[in-house]
């Protein structure tokens, strides 16, 4: 039992019963020193020390929830970013597909990072290719592909200053595979998003944008304010920063 619990990682007590080992025994196997308890419903080996990504790699392959690294943080792990946070405390982004509460030994835990959890119905169906895997030696995990990533974060985009960052992030994303994006963009449910992240993209000049068959990828009608004082994009129908406002490409 010990040996199938990957190092730095988190076994729930319905795993373990999946093992064959019930609550009782999973008590007994901490009182001889052999798990320590992490929180209700959740040990790990002794003397191990999991950290935030241990437990992800529980919610997703022992309690099969959707969650997964979204948005920044996803890019940040992938050494997609401008600027990565260094040490404890930094901020992470999690997203689930769909509605779902993570469980209370996850969240009341204090880990070495600040997890915050966004459900969105961002996609009616992820294609292929739109989530990746990072491996941790002993265990992987799940995280958004940039492609889809940066979608995520413009998602999540609702202040001036956030808005500009997802510039700043789509900047650095000159080898996006229009492959994987074409598809995100015609299953994504948020007008708002498709129409922010063309026009960033339209601005960036990145060759793959060349490659996109816009008359598949629904926009809507009307107008949308996205930036507060900006100005009215005439393609896309958005309001958006005035260009003295943005660094030069």
């Known amino acids: 039992m010990l040996q199938s619990i990957p190092r730095g990682s988190v076994v729930t007590t319905s795993y373990l019963a999946e093992l064959g080992i ?23 080996r002794s003397g191990d020390s999991p950290d935030w990504l241990g437990a992800l790699y529980a919610l997703q392959s022992q309690l099969h929830l959707s969650v997964h690294v979204g948005a920044v943080s996803a890019l940040e792990l992938q050494g997609r970013a401008h600027f990565v946070p260094l040490g ?8 689930s597909d769909h509605r779902e509460h993570l469980p209370k030994w996850f969240t009341a835990h204090r880990w070495s990072v600040a997890p915050y959890h966004y459900c969105m119905t961002l996609f009616d169906k992820l294609p292929d290719g739109s989530t990746a895997s ?11 592909a940039p492609e889809r990533a940066i979608l995520e974060e413009m998602y999540l985009a609702n202040s001036n200053s956030a808005i500009k960052h997802s510039l700043l992030l789509m ?8 492959s ?28 793959w944008m060349d490659q996109l068959d816009l008359s598949r990828i629904e ?9 507060k004082g900006g100005y009215l994009h005439p393609t896309y129908l958005i309001t958006v920063p005035q260009e003295e406002e943005l660094p030069d490409v």
């Open 88 to 95: 404890t405390g930094r901020r992470v982004t999690l997203v």
């Open 180 to 207: 994987a994006v074409q598809p995100l963009l015609e299953t994504c449910t948020s007008i708002k998003v498709k129409r922010l992240f063309l026009w960033a993209a339209e601005r960036t000049q990145h060759s």
């Open 22 to 44: 019930s609550s009782q025994l999973a008590r007994k196997y901490a009182q001889s020193g052999w798990l320590d308890r992490l929180g209700s419903g959740a040990f790990f």
């Open 134 to 144: 990072l491996n941790r030696g002993d265990f992987s995990v799940a995280v958004s």
């Open 171 to 178: 900047e650095g994303l000159s080898t996006l595979r229009p």
């Open 219 to 227: 926009l809507g009608t009307g107008k949308r304010q996205l930036y």
